[in-house]
């Protein structure tokens, strides 16, 4: 599942979701030359929002957490072995 982009205007508090950087930043410079004359507002900004699925937030603190990617990465390996063992006796 891909990022999406969220501009949000600082001054006008207007805020679109867009599929790509690009497409955030073409929106961002069309709204700073039409509502604002050009002169780029306070507070503009580009955010990058993850991907929402079930379980991503728990998947990526275990990946940042090296200990804990570390007892993940055995279990996963211990139970390969099991499931390897019992389809293949
Ligand atoms: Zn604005």
New binding site residues.
Partial sequence: MPYTYTYR?G??R?VSKHPSRLDARSTQTD?IRA??HGRR?ED?RITENPPQYPGYELLTAIVRSKPALTVALALAAVLGYRIYQTLFP
């Fill in positions: 205007c001054a006008c207007t709204h509502v604002h507002p503009d």
